[in-house]
């Protein structure tokens, strides 16, 4: 397994499309954080303008753990589309080049590759999330220093200093997990076309309609929205209230890996039923 998997990541990343989520983070980040340094104080005033008709704020505010939780809830907007770049071409693309019958009649079983092209994905998924991590912390953090955390939903939650790190560590990691999710839906539909495109626009089309459905309030839609893995992947988001809901984290995290789980058997099957004879 060890060995496939090797050459499945050194064809992953031989390929310049793999480096593109690296370098359009890479880019995004620093920029969001030099303008919310310059502009992050009236950001946030505008944010707060009702309160501070009644309460005053005083302190480091517009902190590098503020702007790295603004930089986090932009995750579920861009970085699917990112992640799908490979996770929609590692199968497809052998089809387009013709090579299954190649690596399908090697010495090693079809789970055997299959399980080390889906490791791959998951592992480029993993380190674009860890890539965007070390940005946000290890760029906002020294520009703009560290301060209480001022979470602005339905509520207002104010995390201390000493209480927020292991949040971040969590909630990246829950936010791989999302795009984890994301990679698996992509995978699958890789194993069914012969084009990257395909799994591509119809992976980032799936999303599009589920996020519609888990945002209309229709009662018709209460007994499906549960089950959407959209309405799921910003579960990170209970890792910052206080306390820490833990009922609903643990729920919105079984859903995806339930996903996770339902996508990577159906492309076993698949492509262990798969015909490579024409």
């Known amino acids: 397994m060890m060995t496939v998997l090797r050459v499945e990541l050194s064809k992953v990343f031989s390929k310049w499309r793999t480096f593109i989520g690296f370098i359009a983070i890479g880019v995004l980040v620093p920029i969001v954080i030099i303008a919310m340094g310059l502009e992050g104080n009236t950001y946030f005033s505008f944010a707060t303008q009702v309160l501070r008709q009644q309460f005053d704020f005083a302190g480091n505010l517009m902190n590098g753990y503020t702007v790295a939780y603004i930089i986090q809830g932009m995750l579920y907007i861009h970085v699917p589309f990112l992640v ?68 602005i939903r ?16 969590a909630g990246y990691g829950y936010a791989a997990l999302a795009m984890m999710t994301v990679a698996s839906i992509a995978f699958l539909f890789s194993s069914l076309v012969e084009n990257a495109i395909g799994p591509i626009m119809t992976t980032m089309a799936i999303i599009i309609v589920f996020t519609i459905i888990s945002a209309i309030d229709v009662p018709l839609f209460d007994y499906i929205r549960p089950a959407l893995f959209t309405n ?34 159906a492309t076993m099957i698949i492509l262990k039923r798969k015909d490579i004879l024409t």
């Open 154 to 169: 339905s509520t207002i939650t104010i995390i201390a200093v000493d209480d927020v790190l292991w949040r971040f560590l």
């Open 84 to 151: 799908t770049l490979v996770s929609g071409d590692i199968l497809a693309g052998e089809a387009t080049a013709g090579t299954y019958r190649l690596i399908f009649t090697r010495p090693v079983r079809r789970s055997t590759v299959v399980t080390a092209k889906w490791l791959a994905s998951m592992l480029y998924t993993v380190l674009l999330v860890l890539w965007m991590a070390i940005l946000s912390m290890g760029i906002g953090i020294p520009f703009l220093g560290t301060g209480e955390l001022v979470v």
């Open 232 to 265: 799921h992947m910003n579960g990170w988001r209970y890792l910052f209230d206080d306390p820490v809901n833990w009922s609903k984290l643990i729920t919105s995290a079984s859903v995806l890996v339930a996903h996770i789980a339902a996508c990577f058997t």
